[in-house]
């Protein structure tokens, strides 16, 4: 059996549940566990850790001393937050381990994958770092006990450090022989069949050879259809010296920790199978001893901001056609603005799309303001998606302000009242001055991704008197206190589109799919106009540029009925 991870999907009419077969021998190095997945017995306040591995009960060669940090602890550290550990893996000198933190006023649940080294001795310690925050924790063979501390990093070089004792829980283990091998796809079993079979090296390695001339010809990964229907069963495969080749992408959540390519004995061949929807596109990294990168055997590239990654659609994917150039006779024109502002470093150039026939007419136009102008102008394909829509007559003549960052967009989308003001005060005030525009909220809207998602949203909810409309994609940054605002309402009802992938319900150890479904709750209930759509994709600018025509004509369509007199 396989991993079930199943997703939520709101229809209509009530909730299903999408499944999608993932292989967990990544998990356990080497090997697969024979198991749906096990979620922690019990739970530690509102910690509910996602579904892992079984614990594996450590092998003889893993002193006693040392064997007992496997399994599960449970504690509440110094800032009030409460998390669950499950060392499910404990070999001698290195661990695999999941780390999930509840619900707080401030943050939602969220998980991390870890490969810890072990550090033996009389108190032994597992020690692990990432980007945010090294981690530490040290068992007392004196009261069982085990003592963590967490130390973040901040930006402007300081930092909190955070302590928490934790206790054993009861969890159930298997042991090394109960695990079972990893989902393998039909047509990769034949061959590999084929090749453990082979006793002759030379001809081993030339069904090797033959296996991956089939992989350079089509690029990796290999697709077939899935055991289920609607799925396709892919394989990624890797040749190569390297000690281990791990995967990272929209189907892991991004994690370099968490999943491996298992390596064909006594071959310099590494592969990984999941069984994904048929209409999927996902993108993802191969980690090479440590190191992430393009897979070399997947000639598909899509860029991501200053990083670029390896994208495979599945056969019953179909990309947008408005992300292509439009005729030149129905394109726009594309100027620059400079934003002034009082507040010091927040003035900045925005640039203004005018469609077609505006300088020959004396109209009034609508107006979509955009965060991350660089990344919709240079990614997003932002120009060719607004030329076809208005020429496709899918939403109405309108004029775009897409407006970058400055300094650091984090701090800048992060629910920013400086940032916010700035648009209040200055952007839109210039934006009207200088162009022929409807000045009402009706026709105004604000929409960002990711973390510029967050900033319109909290903008729309803050001053509905300005923005009417508001469009946000993969929103993922300050979710809780975002959730709060909404649950609190705009003083007028605006009109919200969301989407998000389902691939996103853990991006980088967070739910964005259930953010996204808290906040059109909230919103809701406060009586806005809300459209939310699931894709069977991940975090990235292909998947938002693909639901741009969607987006904008959900909400601007009415104002193109009322203009053909509908």
Same mark, same amino acid.
């Given at each position: ?66 064997? +007992? ?42 998980? *991390? ?50 302590? +928490? ?6 969890? *159930? ?109 996902? *993108?993802?990294? !191969? ?89 919709? !102008? ?6 060719? +998606? ?95 206190? =975002? ?46 106009? +809300? ?23 959900? =909400? ?11």
């Amino acid at each position: 059996m396989e991993l079930r991870h199943c997703i939520k999907e709101t229809r209509v009419g009530g909730a299903i549940r999408f499944c999608a077969r993932l292989s967990l021998f990544s998990l356990l190095v080497l090997l697969a566990l024979n198991t749906t997945g096990h979620a922690a017995e019990g739970s530690v306040g509102e910690v509910q850790p996602p579904d892992h591995p079984a614990v594996v009960i450590p092998t003889a060669d893993v002193p006693p001393s040392v064997a +007992v940090l496997s399994g599960a602890w449970e504690g509440t550290w110094s800032n009030g937050a409460k998390s669950v550990l499950v060392v499910y893996r404990l070999e001698k000198g290195k661990a695999r381990l999941l780390h999930a933190f509840g619900e707080g006023d401030n943050l939602l649940a969220w998980h *991390e994958w870890a490969r810890p080294t072990v550090v033996p001795g009389d108190k032994p310690r597992l020690e692990w770092k990432n980007d945010w925050s090294s981690v530490a924790f040290e068992l007392s063979p004196a009261t069982g006990e085990l003592s963590g501390e967490l130390r973040e990093f901040s930006r402007d070089g300081g930092g909190k450090t955070w302590r +928490v004792v934790m206790r054993h829980r009861n969890i *159930e283990r298997v042991a090394p022989e109960k695990v079972k091998a990893p989902l393998v796809c039909p047509e990769l079993a034949r061959e590999l069949r084929l090749i453990e079979e082979e006793s002759d090296q030379k001809r081993r390695t030339l069904l090797v050879d033959a296996l991956m001339g089939r992989a350079k010809q089509g690029g990796t990964p290999l697709t077939e259809p899935g055991a289920t229907a609607g799925t396709t069963c892919a394989t990624f495969i890797y040749r190569g010296e390297a000690r281990e080749v791990g995967i990272s992408g929209d189907m892991n959540g991004w994690s370099e920790q968490k999943e491996l390519l298992f390596r064909l004995p006594g071959m310099d061949l590494f592969y990984y199978c999941g069984e994904y929807p048929a209409d999927s596109r996902i *993108e993802y990294n !191969l980690v090479i001893d440590g190191t992430a990168g393009l897979d070399p055997f997947n000639p598909r590239v899509s860029l991501f901001n200053r990083k670029s990654n390896s994208e495979v659609p599945m056969p019953g994917y179909r990309p947008p056609p408005e992300v292509e150039p439009a005729p030149v006779a129905a394109r726009g024109t594309v100027e620059e603005i400079a934003i002034v502002s009082k507040q010091p470093g927040m003035s900045r150039t925005a640039t203004v799309y005018l469609p077609v026939g505006y300088a020959g007419s004396a109209e009034r136009y609508p107006v979509l303001y955009l965060n991350d102008a660089f990344g919709a !102008l240079k990614f997003g394909s932002m120009i060719n +998606v607004l030329d076809n829509l208005i020429r496709r007559r899918v939403v109405p003549p309108l004029i775009a302000v897409l407006l970058p960052s400055v300094g650091d967009r984090m701090v800048e989308y992060s629910m920013n009242p400086r940032f916010e003001s700035f648009v209040v005060e200055a952007v839109v005030p210039a934006v009207d001055r200088r162009y022929r525009t409807r000045p009402s909220p009706e026709f105004r809207a604000v929409g960002g991704i990711s973390a510029g998602a967050t900033a319109a949203l909290s903008l729309a909810i803050n001053h509905p008197d300005l923005f009417g409309k508001c469009m946000a994609q993969s929103t993922a940054t300050k979710l809780a206190p =975002l959730i709060k605002l909404a649950r609190s309402g705009p003083k007028a009802p605006i009109r919200v589109y969301l989407d998000v992938g389902r691939f996103e319900s853990d991006y980088h150890g967070k739910d964005l799919v259930e953010a996204s479904h808290r906040i059109r709750d909230a919103l809701v209930a406060h009586g806005c106009p +809300v459209h939310l759509r699931e894709v069977n994709e991940g975090h990235g600018w292909r998947n938002w540029r693909a639901r741009m025509g969607e987006a904008l004509e959900f =909400l601007f369509a009415s104002l193109s009925a009322m203009e053909r007199g509908e």
